[in-house]
């Protein structure tokens, strides 16, 4: 009887934020253009932010891994375009070698955070959370806007970096000090590294107003009948990153105020005994390594803060699409919040070189490999999920599928990595890139891809091209995989990642058709791109009307009208009185029975147990 | 260029509003898969997993020769061997975990007429695929964490200690001579003659000696304790041949222990190229020529190695007489600091 209240404080939130009587999207008198594009409260409108920004900001962080593909593969040809398009950074053709550096640092930041954090968790929990648990909007809509506006003065900040004399921070996107800290180490440590600080402090603001509104929005706002037990895997999801993010995100606003500090008022937190431009520097005491510990105390729930919203969205679509419930429900929730507890202790896993006691690199690795059980017991639901299944290949199941793919081919070369005596030798080179962009990158990517697809409808009302999504998804696909799988070549051979070139060791060269490879596929996969972008952008105008249903899903946010309205529902907030996954359930009459069908109107396809 | 892609973009618009429309009219609705789209992607994920299995297992043979040189420390040929171990059953989960994703794709494919089973949870089995791995795992933890405890811990203290200083963008090794030890050094007496800040008043450093060139040698077969340290940034001394890596951290010593087994010599012939060298690389982003910096390192017999040795400079004989007493009263204003 708990819930009655919240279809009451629902409306209550519809009330404050908008008039009441305008919920229709055509009358809209007493919404100005500013109110209603650009400081919006409504989670639907602030979702597509997320989801614009995020995209501009890929293109951006995409367009900058294609210009350091260039130089890897063809290290010593020169691309008279680049100077038009860089600048000094390009003379004569050719990329600084700083430059090259600033360009990795910023792909690496903005795809790890503006992409994948604020545009995974900001788009999806925004439209889905509220939706899905039958909510009116989020527990708060003025967070919700102040959190996508510190998210776009993050943007800004990060992609105004990009501008100034001396180039942007270009330490590498975890930013170790003492390079971090030095500008006489690096030129990007200067007002570069400022900007990155800025900008990362105001992402993290955003990242945790988004959070605790999300939380807040799951714990109290679900409808009448929706117990937790009954929440789509989206919304755990989404609940269990936006707890990580509560918790390890503050730690890295400790780790970047130090550096602050350590930068501009002379304390000694992370440097000491440092020698450089021929002078001894006055700090004394601090350790390099006190950063990394902090750095990796967020860094590694980072992973998870942006694998498990893929993951999440995977499951839905999945379920969905192969119109079949999701195998293992409870072990699906366990296994998620079993990794969320494993990824606050394996962080020294990202220091098992940098002199750690031995034995706590030992239980580092005990528990690294920990993650492995539940990440499998994943898959193996997914693929359970699959087996006896109807499926219906859509652009979004065929993106979830891949993200599957790249999950077990990235996790398993984890299983490699996590294990100290192997790590040795592959730590820092190209193994490691492979590594990470399969399973966090691509994995998380596609997760992306398919929540977009999928929901496209529900967020535009309108279709996006099938034809055009399947061509998006073949190329992608067999792109990445061109691109990352060789990588673990080059790793195996000993080539260090963040090498403007590979001439320092002769026996590199012989590597260097497989570096052309990699960038040509890069390339390709970065003009498929625009096939998704031009899909998403036409759609959203010239997009066929969707239908209130298009994939005959169970969830509550599709019994919500196709034209937005203040508040979701027109009339109340729908009740729920079953799972999210009775998919082609015995002797139902359809293939799917939505939450909000009683049981006492499915008397034929009742199941003991079910209630 | 740019006119090739617009008149694309616009092609591309025309057909998707005709291909619309005609789909509207003979009633085939919606951009949702059809049967012809299920049965094509379908066949498509088949011929991806079967080029992409095939393509990756011939990638595999193709550059062989290139990874994982040969392993030229004691360790190094046991963490390959555990790593090839490692392969194996990642590379069988890979394989068989990709097929059936694949192969299900293709065989559950939708079809009006059937309903998918409806199979929410079985215990039994959840329960497997729960306790397998962990076995698995728990075998892959233990011998990692043998070879690791082996790798780290009670070594023989009387390994040849040498050290490896690394600076923006280059390396020095020093050797610590017959004693053994190495001399003590602070930041504040770096200077152009004595570039590892060494404290001479310390006895110990009186016999310590350094690498005039960019090079540094390595005796076959004897036990090596490497101390690295970093005059500025962290850096990461990298010997890809000898699987052995640690970072270079400003102010704090970190130390990696090691015995290489084939020479340089004899390595040439391994490889059959004449130009075979062992190189020391940096693997951590230290600055502009992160890229550049490395140092060629050779593997003597023992007797080779002490002849090379011989015919380096001690540190002390480096240094200016007037320099050494600046050192020498500098050290003594630091040690009384530090023991302040």
């Known amino acids: ?471 998006h998804f073949w190329i992608t696909i067999i792109c990445v995989y061109g691109v990352f799988f060789p990588m673990h070549f080059i790793g195996l051979a000993g080539v260090p990642r963040r090498y403007y070139a590979n001439t320092a060791y002769e026996g590199f060269d012989q590597l260097i058709n497989i570096n052309e490879l990699i960038s040509v596929f890069a390339i390709i996969a970065g003009v498929a791109q625009v096939i998704f972008a031009f899909n998403f952008f036409y759609s959203i105008y010239r997009g066929r009307k969707a239908p209130q249903n298009p994939w005959n899903s169970n969830t509550l946010e599709w019994t919500a009208p196709v034209e937005h309205v203040h508040g979701n529902w027109p009339g109340p907030i729908p009740e729920v009185h079953r799972w999210p996954y009775d998919y082609s359930k015995p002797n139902a009459k359809e293939d799917f029975i939505p939450q909000t069908v009683p049981y006492s109107q499915t008397p034929e396809s009742n199941r003991p147990g079910d209630f | 260029m740019m006119i090739t892609i617009l008149l694309g973009t616009l092609v591309v618009i025309r057909l998707m509003s005709v291909s619309q429309m005609a789909s509207v009219l003979s009633g085939e609705d919606e951009d949702v898969a059809q049967k012809r789209d299920n049965s094509m992607n379908s066949i498509g994920m088949v011929l991806f997993m079967v080029i992409g299995l095939a393509l990756m297992v011939y990638m595999t043979i193709k550059y062989q020769p290139f990874m994982l040189p040969v392993a030229a420390s004691v360790h190094g040929v046991e963490t390959d061997f555990l790593l090839n171990i490692n392969f194996a059953v990642i590379g069988i989960v890979f394989f068989i975990t990709q097929i059936m994703l694949f192969w299900f794709v293709y065989k559950y494919q939708h079809d009006k007429n059937r309903r998918a089973l409806f199979y929410p949870d079985n215990h039994k089995l959840e329960l497997i695929w729960t306790v397998v791995p962990t076995i698995v795992l728990s075998a892959l933890i233990v011998t990692g964490l043998r070879e690791w405890n082996k790798m780290t811990q009670g070594h023989p203290d009387d390994g040849m200690v040498v050290q490896v200083y690394g600076y923006q963008f280059n390396w020095m090794a020093r050797y610590s001579g017959p004693d053994n030890k190495l001399g003590r050094s602070y930041y504040k007496l770096i200077s152009d003659t004595n570039p590892l800040g060494i404290d001479y008043s310390d006895p110990a450093s009186k016999d310590d000696i350094m690498t005039k060139s960019n090079e540094m040698h390595l005796p076959k077969g004897v036990p090596i304790q490497f101390v690295f340290n970093s005059r500025d940034v962290i850096h990461s001394a990298y010997f890809p041949h000898f699987r052995t890596q640690m970072n270079c951290v400003p102010g704090m010593d970190t130390r990696f222990y090691m015995e290489a087994t084939i020479t340089t010599k004899e390595m040439k012939g391994i490889t059959k190229n004449e130009k075979f060298d062992y190189v020391l690389l940096c693997n951590k982003i230290c600055g502009v020529a992160h890229y550049n910096m490395k140092m060629t390192v050779v593997v003597d017999e023992p007797s080779e190695f002490s002849n090379w040795l011989k015919g380096e400079k001690k540190v002390i004989d480096a240094a200016p007489t007037a320099e050494l007493e600046q050192n020498i009263s500098t050290a003594s204003t630091v040690s009384h600091e530090v023991a302040l």
């Open chain 1, 1 to 471: 009887m708990e819930v009655r209240d919240n279809t009451h404080s629902g409306h209550a939130v519809a009330h404050d934020v908008h008039d009441h009587g305008h919920d229709d999207h055509h009358h809209d008198h007493h919404q100005t253009f500013i109110t209603k594009y650009i400081f919006s409260t409504d989670h639907k409108m602030i979702s597509k932010q997320f989801l614009v920004t995020a995209i501009l900001m890929a293109f951006l962080a995409m367009g900058m891994s294609m210009i350091f593909r260039l130089q890897l593969a063809w290290p010593d040809e020169t691309f008279p375009f680049l100077e038009s398009m860089i600048g000094k950074w390009g003379k004569d053709g050719k990329l600084d070698s700083g430059f090259y550096l600033a360009l990795v640092t910023i792909h690496g930041t903005i795809m790890v955070f503006m992409v994948l954090t604020g545009g995974l968790s900001g788009t999806f929990s925004n439209l889905l959370i509220p939706l899905q648990v039958g909510a009116r909007d989020m527990a708060s809509g003025m967070l919700n806007m102040l959190s996508f506006w510190f998210f776009a003065a993050s943007s800004l900040v990060m992609f105004g970096s990009l501008f100034i004399e001396a180039g942007p921070a270009s330490g590498g996107w975890t930013v170790y000090p003492p390079l971090s800290a030095l500008p006489q180490a690096i030129p990007g440590s200067g007002l570069g590294m400022t900007l990155w600080l800025v900008s990362m402090v105001l992402f993290i603001v955003s990242a945790l107003l988004g959070g605790i509104n999300y939380v807040a929005t799951v714990i109290n706002l679900r409808t009448k009948g929706m117990s937790m037990t009954r929440l789509p895997l989206t919304v755990w999801a989404f609940l269990i990153t936006a707890i990580l993010g509560i918790l390890s995100f503050p730690v890295l606003v400790a780790a970047a105020l130090l550096l602050v500090f350590d930068r501009s008022m002379g304390t000694s937190f992370y440097l000491s005994d440092i020698f450089i431009g021929n002078v001894p520097l006055d700090h004394t005491g601090g350790s390099p390594i006190l950063y990394q510990h902090l750095f990796w105390f967020l860094g590694h729930p980072e992973v998870y803060i942006v694998l498990l919203p893929a993951l999440g969205l995977a499951s839905e679509v999945i379920s969905t699409m192969a119109r079949k419930p999701i195998f293992g429900y409870k072990a699906m929730i366990g296994s998620m919040l079993v990794i969320a507890f494993l990824s606050f202790i394996v962080l020294g896993h990202h220091m098992f070189v940098t002199g750690m006691n031995p034995f706590l690199g030992s239980v580092f690795v005990f528990t690294t490999l920990l993650v492995a059980i539940p990440s499998a017991v994943k898959v193996f639901n997914y693929i359970a999920t699959l087996w006896k299944a109807n499926i219906v290949l859509s652009p979004a199941m065929l993106f979830a599928i891949g993200l599957v793919s790249f999950f077990i081919t990235g996790g398993l070369t984890g299983i490699i990595l996590g294990d100290s005596a192997l790590d040795i030798n592959l730590h820092d080179t190209y193994f490691v890139v492979a590594h990470f962009h399969i399973v966090m990158g691509s994995s998380a990517i596609f997760g992306m891809f398919a929540g977009v697809y999928h929901w496209f409808p529900r967020m535009y009302g309108r279709m996006m091209n099938k034809s055009l999504g399947y061509l």
